[in-house]
Each structure stands twice: as structure tokens, then as C-alpha cells.
């Protein structure tokens, strides 16, 4: 066969077929590299920071979002919810959060959060991890006409006030555990990182 015999269309198309093939080719070989870049669910589950949008928390509202496996509660306080902490103190078993471990230091103080107007607190009770359920009604029926709102615990009777603390005399030895958190904006947060330049 001379060179004259060569189609040229022939070779044009094989060599386009060949090109495709390989390119299918590398494109399964890198599928599974570049998604072992990506955070597995178990690693978020683990640990990763959680994005939360809180623009459309309305105020005395509840809103609930998953972190390294466990309910995370974003209250809205209304200025009335933040005036009766303070009223409340002398109920409690650790008003002022004494105990390092159940917050971080930036939300060492009367809210036991960053800003007054959000609180921000894992919702498994301390006595034995039940989930409480949020109770904002003053003075009901079964739990009593010094109840200003916060959270009962129906497994064993715990309660907690509006900033998570823990009243005397129930099972629940501390207060709910208040993870690192940090305001990225005015509307969103991001749990699981301490605010930037805080350790």
C-alpha cells in the first residue's frame, strides 16, 4: 500500500474515537480522587463545621440543626426572655456557668452566649442525654406558676432555663453544654469554630 492509498478520513475518526475513549478513560480514573477530596458525611459527622442561616429565625422561635451527630438548638430571645434570666438566677444550680467545660469562655457570662439575642446550645439533657423539649409558656399547668420558659426534660424531670442553665433539684447535675460557635455574619453562623482571633 503506498502512501497515495492512505484515507486520511479514516485516520482523522480513529484517531478522534481513540481521543474520546482515553478521555472517558481518565475521567473515571480521577472521579474517585478528586471526591476523596471532598469531606465524607462521616467526616462531618465527626466534626466539620455547620453553615446555619438564622435570617429567618423569628423572635421566640426554636430552630434545630445536626453537629457531630447531636441536636444543636439556635434560640431567638425576645428582650422579655433576656430580662428574666436574671430574675431566675437564684433558681439555679450554676447561674453564673462556674463550670468551664459546659461553655466556651467567650460565652462565660450572664446569657451564656455571644450575642444576648441568640443562644446557642447542644439540646441533650446532662442527667442521661434525653432531648428536652422547649417550653416558651408562662406558668403551665404541669410545671408550675414560677415557669418563665425554657426547656423540661419529660425522661426525668430536668429543667433549664432560657439560657440553658439548670434549675436545683432535678437529676440534670450541670448545665446544657454550649459548643464553639461564631457569628460569620448577622444571619449566619458557623458552629463548631471559635470566633476568629479567640481561642
Known amino acids: 500500500m503506498s502512501a497515495d492509498d492512505v484515507d486520511h478520513g479514516k485516520r482523522r475518526i480513529l484517531t478522534a474515537a481513540a481521543t474520546v475513549m482515553g478521555g472517558i478513560g481518565a475521567a473515571y480514573v480521577a472521579t474517585p480522587f ?5 469531606p465524607s458525611a462521616r467526616a462531618q459527622a465527626a466534626g466539620a463545621p455547620v453553615d446555619v442561616d438564622i435570617s429567618k429565625l423569628q423572635n421566640g422561635q426554636l430552630m434545630t440543626v445536626e453537629w457531630r451527630g447531636k441536636p444543636v438548638w439556635i434560640l431567638r430571645r425576645t428582650d422579655e426572655m433576656i430580662k428574666q434570666l436574671e430574675e431566675l438566677s437564684s433558681l439555679m444550680r450554676d447561674p453564673g456557668s462556674e463550670e468551664l467545660t459546659q461553655q466556651p469562655h467567650y460565652a462565660k457570662n450572664d446569657y451564656r452566649s455571644i450575642n444576648p439575642e441568640y443562644m446557642v446550645m447542644i439540646g441533650l439533657c446532662t442527667h442521661l442525654g434525653c432531648a428536652p423539649t422547649y417550653r416558651p ?7 408550675g406558676k414560677g415557669w418563665k420558659g425554657g426547656f423540661f426534660c419529660p425522661c426525668h424531670g430536668s429543667k433549664y432555663d432560657l439560657a440553658g442553665r439548670v434549675y436545683t433539684g432535678v437529676p440534670a447535675p450541670s448545665n446544657l453544654v454550649v459548643p464553639a460557635y461564631r457569628f460569620v455574619t448577622e444571619t449566619r453562623l458557623l458552629i463548631g469554630v471559635d470566633p476568629e482571633g479567640v481561642s
Open 34 to 38: 478528586v471526591l476523596s477530596m471532598d
Open 137 to 143: 409558656d408562662l406558668a403551665p399547668e404541669d410545671l
